[in-house]
């Protein structure tokens, strides 16, 4: 055995000097959460959710398919797809809003939705008629809105834990930060709300929007966005973009206010950075041109959907937010035609790196890791199947987890 200069007392002294930092590392960065993250988030505003909401979104999403798909041209692999998610499973998160999208109807009115809205999510979970991720924004825990936040959030708690246990896939949406403070605040109150309804603790996580310019550069000029998720104190479960809200705060004018816009690459990167191997996922916001009207218009707005999704997804934000039954097609014809166009040559890479094969493409270990993760993200949204994959990548879907979680570690 070879042997070096160095005494044993030096490779001890790195170790001590470097076990609080080692320990802090796998604390702050644990890598890529377990489990499947949803495509979308569908926001309906609280007066509008029913019992057969996703089965009624479901069959607008299929009647705007039939009347107008085939401008869409879509390969036949990926038409098929999307026509059988539209009518299996066409929202995969759920989200009902108490926030801008419902209003201020006064605290009677509020007091009553959030109760109902919780006993009919309730019912739904029972039923299996729910989808597989659940939740609801309320309002901000800024002053003007903070109580009435936190009391809907307590009376919708009530309805839906009266009916049965927290859903699998719950999960919470904090909306306009403009203090980390608030982020601190907030998982104060899940854990009274935790302890009052006896639920497991930890059990109450959330989603931050990131939809005002404080939630990416504090006023002490520290980046305010990686702040947050650290106060959140392992409940933040993703950040999300908020498209309008973050523009306007810029003084961006309405005609420009958009996902692609310069100002929204910057937020958003700011996002990635401050969540990679955190654990915290990222969504990317909405288009507000929807695809309505004649034939020409849901042209429209599919081409400007079709061309959002497919840039988020090249960006590294596999989830976005939809807003109405319309989208629905472009938004699976968009993700099912990202990974299925990437899955030959991604399988192939993988088994290359797996078999240790000469593939004329030298991948690292960090990019057979993201080969892996697109395989199994193309899994999870029902873009690929599990013998194709394991025909092309030599592995099947618990091979490819532990593949994932094995070059995470």
Known sequence: ??????TEDVYAGADARLAAADARVAADYPGEPAGRQPVHTVYVPADRYHGDL?????????????????QLALEPEVAGRVAAKLRD??????RIDFEDGYGHPGDDAEDA???????VLAASVAAGTAPPFTGIRFKSFERATRRRGIRTLDLFLGGLLA????????????????????????????????????????????????????????????????????????????????????????GISAEYQRMDHPAADFAKQFMQVAAAGTGVRLSDGS???????????????????????????????????????????????????????GFPAAAGRLRAYTERADSGIL????????LATYLVRGLDCGA???????????????????HVRRLAS
């Open 384 to 402: 690929l199947d599990a013998p194709e994959v394991r025909e092309l990548s030599g592995l099947d879907r618990a091979a490819l987890d532990q």
């Open 287 to 341: 288009t507000n041109r929807l695809p309505v009207g004649d034939r020409d218009a849901v042209l429209a707005g599919w081409s400007e959907h079709l061309r959002l999704v497919r840039r988020s997804l090249e960006h590294g934000f596999y989830q976005g937010w939809d807003l109405h039954p319309h989208q629905l097609p472009t938004r699976y014809a968009a993700t099912y035609a990202f990974f299925r166009e």
């Open 163 to 250: 009916e049965g246990g927290l859903p699998a896939g719950f999960v919470l949406t904090l909306p306009k930060v403009t203090a980390v403070e608030q982020v601190e605040a907030a998982v104060e109150v899940l854990a009274a709300l935790e302890k009052a309804y006896g639920l497991t603790p930890g059990a109450l996580r959330f989603e931050v929007q990131v939809e005002t310019p404080q939630s990416i550069l504090a006023a002490d000029g520290t980046v305010a966005v990686s702040r947050i998720v650290r106060a959140a104190r392992g409940r933040c479960s993703g950040l999300h973009y908020g498209t309008y809200d973050y523009s306007a705060g810029l």
């Open 113 to 119: 939705a959030a109760l109902a809205a919780g006993r």
């Open 54 to 70: 996703v089965a009624d979104w479901g069959q607008l999403a299929v009647a705007v398919l039939t009347e107008h798909g085939d």
């Open 1 to 6: 055995m070879a042997t070096g200069r160095l």
């Open 89 to 94: 499973e066409p929202i995969e998160d759920l």
């Open 363 to 370: 991948d690292e270990p960090a990019t057979a890791q993201a």
